[in-house]
C-alpha cells in the first residue's frame, strides 16, 4: 500500500513538474499576453519623454487596437550612458531600446538582433519609407547587419530653425526692433533693455541665462560655439569639409572669441549667475516667469517653458531665434543639410521573446496609417475629411498650439520617434502632407505679437532670417555624433575624458577675470591634448572616411 502511495505521490509531482514546464515555454517565438490580451514590450529610451500617456490616450488605444501592442518603457534624463552600461553588466535587456550613442557597446556585447530578415519578411512599410537609404542601415563595411533602425525623419523639409540666439518680444519691441545680425547686437539689446525694464512680473530681469546640467551644457554652452561661428553641429568636433579631418571644436580660434565674449556678458553682469548651478527644471521654471530676457539654446530644449509662457498668457515673453553670429560675414549654418541621418534609432534586444511582433509594431508606427495617426489623430475627433483632405478646425489647433499636455491628452505624436517616418514637407499618395507641418500651419500658430515682430523685420516666418538650405553643401558624412564607435574602441573612453575636462573648464574661463581668460583657455586646449584628444581626433577621422566611403557604395 505504501509503495503505490509513493508512485501516485511521484506521478503526481511528475505531472505538476511537465505542466509547470510545458506552460513556461512559447510556443513558436510569441511573448505572452497582459491581462488586456496584448503584447507587452519593455522599451528603455536614453531620452526623457515628458508627454509620455502610459499607452492610456485616445490616439494611444488604436495602436494597442491595430497591433495588439503595448509599450512599457523606461525613459532616462542622463542620456543611458549609465543605464546601458548596467545592462550589459547583468546581461539583462528590455524588448526594445533607443541608445543614442551607446548602441555600438550593445552590439559589441552581443544584445541588439540583426533586423535584415524580420525587415524582409514582416515589415514592408518601413522598407518603404526608408527607400533608397537602406544602404545606409548597414552597421559598417566590416558588418552589413542591421542593428538600429534610425528614426530621424526622412526627407524632411524644414520650415523653422532650431538653434540660435533667443530674445524676448517684448524686448525688440520696445528697442524699435533692432537688427539681431551679430552676438554685439544682441549682447547691446539685452543690456538697453535690462536697464529700462529692471523688474518682470516683480522679479529681477536677467540678461542672458545658459543650461550646464549635466549632458546638456552641450547644448545650451558648448555647441553655440560653432553655431555662432558659422559651423554646423557634429558634436564635439569640426569636421575638415575637404579632407573629413576632425579636430574638437573648442581649437577653433573662432570658438576661443566666442567664449570670450561670453565672459565679456558675465563681466558685465549680464549673465545669470546661476547658470552653471541650476538643474534642467529650475532653468525652465526660469525661463517660464518670464524674467530671462535673452537665451542661446535649441528649441527643442526650451519649447516646455515657451507654452509654459503661452497659456500663462505671456506671449510678449516667449522668444523669437536669431541667427546671430560672432562678426558679420559667418553663416548661421543652421539649415544646412546633412542629408539622411542613419545611426541613431531603435533596436530589438535579443532578450524579445516575440520580435516578431516587435517588427510589426514597428512596422505599423511607419505605415501610411500608424503616421496619419501619429500626425494628426483620428478622423472626426481631431480632424475632419473635406473634399478629400485632412483638414484640423481652429478649434482643435488652438489646443495644439496652446494646451501644455496636449500631446499626452490626445496621444498625437506620443509615439513618434520610436520608428522611422516622413518628415515634414513629404506628400502621401493623395497629394497631403504625412505631418500638419506647412508655412501656412505655422504662420497660423505664431501668435499675434509674433507675427507683429516678423513684420516688423520685413519677413513672414523665422527661417527667412537664416541663411537657407542651398547656401551650403550637403555634408557627405550626415553628423560626427550619430556615428556608432565599436563598443571596445578607447575613443569613447578618451572623449569621456575631454568631455569632463570640458564640463569644468568652460566654467571657468567663462566666469573668470577677462585679464585670466586666455591664459584658462590655453591650459584648457593643453589638457585635453594631455588627456588623448589628438589620438581621438585621429580616430575619429577614420570613421568620417569611413562612413562617407560607406554611404557611397
Not at 68 to 87: C, R, S, Y
Not at 100 to 107: D, F, M, N, P
Not at 153 to 169: A, C, I, M, N, R
Not at 319 to 334: D, I, Q, R, S, W
Amino acid at each position: 500500500m505504501k509503495k503505490n502511495v509513493s508512485k501516485i505521490i511521484l506521478f503526481m509531482a511528475l505531472s505538476f513538474v511537465l505542466i509547470i514546464s510545458g506552460c513556461s515555454n512559447k510556443t513558436g517565438n510569441e511573448a505572452e499576453k497582459n491581462k488586456d490580451g496584448l503584447t507587452e514590450l519593455t522599451l528603455f529610451s536614453a531620452d526623457p519623454h515628458t508627454q509620455w500617456d502610459n499607452m492610456e490616450s485616445p490616439v494611444s488605444k488604436v495602436v494597442k487596437e491595430k497591433t495588439g501592442v503595448t509599450l512599457n518603457p523606461e525613459f532616462d534624463v542622463n542620456g543611458g550612458t549609465q543605464k546601458i552600461a548596467l545592462m550589459i553588466a547583468s546581461g539583462e535587456y528590455p524588448d526594445l531600446v533607443a541608445p543614442k550613442a551607446e548602441a555600438g557597446k550593445l552590439v559589441e556585447a552581443g544584445a541588439l538582433i540583426d533586423l535584415t530578415d524580420l525587415i524582409e519578411e514582416h515589415a514592408p512599410n518601413l522598407k518603404k519609407v526608408y527607400g533608397d537609404y537602406m544602404n545606409r542601415l548597414k552597421w559598417s563595411s566590416e558588418e552589413e547587419s542591421i542593428f538600429i533602425l534610425p528614426t530621424s525623419p526622412v526627407d524632411t523639409e524644414y520650415f523653422k530653425p532650431s538653434h540660435g540666439v533667443g530674445l524676448q518680444h517684448a524686448v525688440v519691441k520696445e528697442l524699435g526692433y533692432p537688427e539681431i545680425n551679430t552676438l554685439k547686437d544682441f549682447e547691446s539689446a539685452i543690456k538697453e533693455y535690462k536697464e529700462k525694464v529692471p523688474e518682470v512680473n516683480g522679479q529681477s530681469t536677467i540678461g542672458l541665462s545658459l543650461l550646464a546640467d549635466d549632458w546638456r551644457i552641450m547644448i545650451s554652452t558648448t555647441n553655440p560655439a560653432f553655431w555662432s561661428t558659422g559651423v554646423s553641429d557634429d558634436g564635439e568636433y569640426y569636421i575638415d569639409p575637404e579632407t573629413y579631418e576632425a579636430i574638437f571644436h573648442y581649437k577653433r580660434p573662432e570658438e576661443k572669441e566666442y567664449f570670450r565674449w561670453l565672459n565679456h556678458m558675465n563681466d558685465e553682469g549680464l549673465l545669470d549667475p546661476e547658470s552653471f548651478v541650476q538643474k534642467y527644471d529650475q532653468y525652465l521654471a526660469k525661463l517660464s516667469s518670464g524674467r530671462v530676457l535673452g537665451i542661446i539654446d535649441d528649441d527643442w530644449e526650451f519649447d516646455e517653458a515657451q507654452r509654459a509662457l503661452r497659456e500663462q498668457g505671456q506671449q510678449e515673453r516667449m522668444y523669437g531665434l536669431y541667427p546671430a553670429t560672432l562678426e558679420k560675414g559667418m553663416k548661421h549654418a543652421n539649415f544646412q543639410s546633412t542629408g539622411y541621418l542613419a545611426g541613431w534609432g531603435i533596436g530589438i534586444t535579443t532578450d524579445c521573446e516575440d520580435p516578431v511582433a516587435a517588427i510589426k509594431f514597428l512596422d505599423y508606427l511607419a505605415s501610411d496609417e500608424g503616421q496619419i495617426l501619429q500626425n494628426w489623430g483620428i478622423e472626426g475627433e481631431h480632424y475632419t475629411i473635406e473634399d478629400g483632405k485632412r483638414v484640423i478646425s481652429d478649434e482643435e489647433m488652438n489646443k495644439r498650439n496652446n494646451n501644455a499636455n496636449y500631446v499626452k491628452e490626445t496621444g498625437i505624436g506620443v509615439l513618434k520617434g520610436f520608428a522611422p517616418a516622413y518628415g515634414d514637407g513629404v506628400v502621401d499618395s493623395n497629394g497631403q502632407t504625412y505631418t500638419i507641418a506647412s508655412p501656412q500651419q505655422i504662420k497660423d500658430a505664431y501668435t499675434d505679437i509674433e507675427k507683429e515682430v516678423l513684420s516688423n523685420y520685413g519677413v513672414e516666418m523665422w527661417k527667412e532670417l537664416y541663411p537657407q538650405e542651398d547656401e551650403f553643401p550637403v555634408k557627405p558624412w550626415g553628423v560626427s555624433f550619430n556615428i556608432q564607435v565599436p563598443g571596445d574602441s578607447e575613443l569613447v573612453l578618451i572623449e569621456q575624458k575631454v568631455l569632463d575636462i570640458v564640463k569644468k573648464r568652460i566654467p571657468e574661463a567663462i566666469l573668470a577675470k577677462p585679464s585670466d581668460f586666455d591664459k584658462l583657455y590655453d591650459n584648457f586646449l593643453k589638457e585635453i591634448d594631455e588627456a588623448g584628444a589628438k589620438e581621438a581626433e585621429a580616430m575619429r577621422t577614420d570613421l568620417i572616411k569611413e562612413r562617407v566611403e560607406l554611404w557611397n557604395n
